[in-house]
């Protein structure tokens, strides 16, 4: 009997505390992919993902990548391209006010896999905000065909082609959950999930075999550096405002510049599609970094700290001590806690800080190795082999405040408390909040769940520039995978 009582307990404390993860808008899709009304009709323009590092070959030297056309198919490889009709850019803000100090902007001269790309910068920009022009800056311009590695290796080195689809998320059970169909992404217990496979891992990478368009950009650290060893760096895509045969000069200097209207940009992984709405979208994506904290921030939860939030031990070490209770600490129920019971948190913004303004943070000077995690970020910079997925599930498992039902800590009044709902017993409120629970979708083997430097992507990065992995082959050539390939 006394097994029995244990067991039942653990089980309702399971399904309570699936109230560890924010409420994801009702439409969330995975990282960028798809993710706002405007981008879905304008493929060339939507950014599936953000990258930004330290060159794994030469520490002067910092990588950013930019992705579009998701879910591009390898059996119709060659009919994606980039938009000779809207200007990509990778905006620099190195004095920490949000706004670009820097631009790099990347335009191409034609339709189809024979354009040419034109890279400019980095270089001060001649308008800032939501609203850009070209800028003319002959000594900071390279350009080069679809597909090759161009420019100047002690410079601005660049490419941009037909690259594999470096994020991976096991979004179809992600949607299983929020549908009511599946409880978890693995199964425990009674609560539905996918079984342990042979290979040791549950997950479908559900952008295994799929594709995308990828610009990136390498350049020298000096290029970029300001007033301190950090830069936060976020992309965007531009639609022309007006035709080219109206003269648009807004610097009075006798070019015709045209202007161009975001309606495109992305940060840190997966903000938008964890913290916006639907409804809210758009806007988003039209805004500007400057402005999120005012936007943004009652969407994001207070954090937990090392004090009682609300007179019930709602502390860091009391979540950590539940779900260890819970038993989603331990393999193969869940991934092992990722910071420390006793991590040292203060500020009740923490989640705010390391989210707003939605920008990836890099410092120049730290180790390329160093994730800087929940300080400076959600990790610094982000790598092509971060498990950026694992990572903000985690963190937020065990970082934000919650109203639970008594006597589980969080379950005082909230007063001036920003917590996530959860006092609806036995479950939370919202489905969508199961995601979260075991701390990762299981993508990868057990063995290396704890390993917090590779995702499992489904081809190997490369060791050289552009470092993204090569395509995946037209179906039926070797090397063709399945859409995605089932572990």
């Not at 029995?4 to 309570?16: E, M, P, S, V, W």
């Not at 597909?147 to 470096?166: E, I, K, Y």
């Not at 295994?208 to 610009?215: E, K, L, M, P, Y």
């Not at 031990?313 to 991934?335: C, D, E, H």
Request: net charge negative; charged share 20%.
């Amino acid at each position: 009997m006394k097994s029995l009582k244990i067991a039942l307990f653990q089980t309702a404390l399971l399904a309570l505390a699936f109230g560890l993860f924010v409420s994801l808008p009702p439409s969330a899709v995975a990282a960028d992919h798809r993710d706002a009304p405007t981008v879905d009709g304008i493929q060339e323009g939507d950014i599936t993902d953000v990258y930004l590092f330290t060159d794994p070959n030469d520490s002067s030297r910092v990588v950013m990548i930019m992705n579009v056309n998701p879910f591009t198919v390898p059996a119709e490889s060659g009919s994606y391209a980039f938009s000779p009709d809207l200007l990509y850019q990778f905006k620099i803000d190195n004095n920490g006010n949000a706004r670009e100090n820097l631009v790099i902007q990347i335009t191409f001269d034609t339709t189809g896999q024979t354009q040419t790309a034109t890279v400019v910068g980095p270089t001060r920009p001649r308008m800032t905000g939501a609203r850009n022009v070209l800028v003319r800056d002959r000594h900071a311009t390279v350009s080069g065909k679809f597909g090759t590695v161009f420019g100047d290796p002690n410079g601005v080195l660049a490419f941009a082609g037909l690259r594999d689809d470096p994020f991976v998320f096991d979004f179809a059970q992600f949607s299983r959950i929020l549908n009511n169909t599946q409880d978890l992404f693995r199964q425990v217990g009674p609560f539905r999930g996918r079984p342990v496979h042979a290979t040791g891992n549950s997950g479908v990478d559900s952008f295994g075999g799929f594709d995308v368009t990828s610009i990136a950009v390498s350049v020298p650290k000096s290029m970029i550096r300001g007033s301190s060893s950090r830069i936060n760096m976020w992309a965007t895509v531009s639609q022309r405002v007006s035709k080219s045969h109206v003269k648009v000069d807004p610097d009075h200097d006798g070019d015709d510049d045209g202007v161009f209207t975001q309606f495109e940009r992305m940060g840190q992984q997966a903000f938008a599609t964890v913290f916006i709405p639907k409804t809210m979208r758009d806007a988003e994506n039209f805004e500007i970094p400057e402005h999120d904290v005012a936007n943004y921030s009652a969407l994001v939860p207070d954090a937990l700290t090392i004090h009682d939030n609300d007179g019930t031990g709602n502390t860091i070490a009391a979540r950590a001590g539940l779900l260890t209770t819970v038993g989603v600490t331990s393999l193969p129920n869940g991934a092992p806690l990722l910071l420390p019971a006793d991590f040292k948190n203060t500020s009740k913004n923490l989640l705010r800080n390391a989210l707003l303004p939605d920008v990836l943070r890099l410092d120049l000077d730290l180790p390329a190795e160093d994730q800087a995690i929940g300080q400076f970020g959600l990790q610094n910079g982000r790598r092509l082999d971060d498990p950026s997925i694992d990572i903000l599930l985690q963190l937020v498992r065990q970082l934000s405040d919650l109203h639970f039902p008594a006597p589980l800590p969080g379950s005082g009044p909230i007063g001036s408390r920003n917590p996530l709902e959860c006092s609806a017993f036995p479950a939370c409120q919202d489905r969508r909040i199961l995601v979260v629970l075991q701390g990762t979708d299981w993508i990868k083997p057990d063995s290396e769940i704890t390993d917090i430097t590779t995702e499992g992507n489904d081809r190997p990065f490369l060791t050289v520039f552009p470092y993204i992995a090569t395509p995946h082959p037209v179906p039926g050539e070797p090397g063709t995978v399945g859409f995605p390939p089932q572990q």
